[in-house]
Nanobody, 121 residues
Framework: QVQLVESGGGLVQAGGSLRLSCAASGRTFSTYSMGWFRQAPGKEREFVAAISWTGGGTYYADSVKGRFTISRDNANNIVYLRMNSLKPEDTAAYYC??????????????WGQGTQVTVSS
């Protein structure tokens, strides 16, 4: 069983930055595909970013490409999402996801509780 705990959300003005963190339990974290998803009120959950277990592969939604950066620290079981140039449309609950078999972009077995990001205009 893997537990994921997100942190780093908050209120920020448009154009500002935040860094989300996802702390994971489990001795095999380094072999997991990890990612971030978000869900705005009244909308479906959507993919934001993913990173391969080596960290060598990173993937982004078109809406965040060039503004967000996903990274991982396998020594400390943490995944980060650096968010720059934030826009009001980035406002959502952000969820960390993990899977030990499949790429999280196609399905994730483990989910965190989420952290709220609110971007004011």
């Amino acid at each position: 069983q893997v537990q994921l705990v997100e942190s780093g959300g908050g209120l920020v003005q448009a154009g500002g930055s935040l860094r989300l963190s996802c702390a994971a339990s489990g001795r095999t974290f380094s072999t997991y595909s990890m990612g971030w998803f978000r869900q705005a009120p009244g909308k479906e959950r959507e993919f934001v970013a993913a990173i391969s277990w080596t960290g060598g592969g990173t993937y982004y939604a078109d809406s965040v490409k060039g503004r967000f950066t996903i990274s991982r620290d396998n020594a400390n079981n943490i995944v980060y999402l650096r968010m720059n140039s934030l826009k009001p449309e980035d406002t959502a609950a952000y969820y960390c996801a993990a899977d030990d078999i499949y790429d999280v972009r196609v399905g994730a077995r483990y989910w965190g509780q989420g952290t709220q990001v609110t971007v004011s205009s």
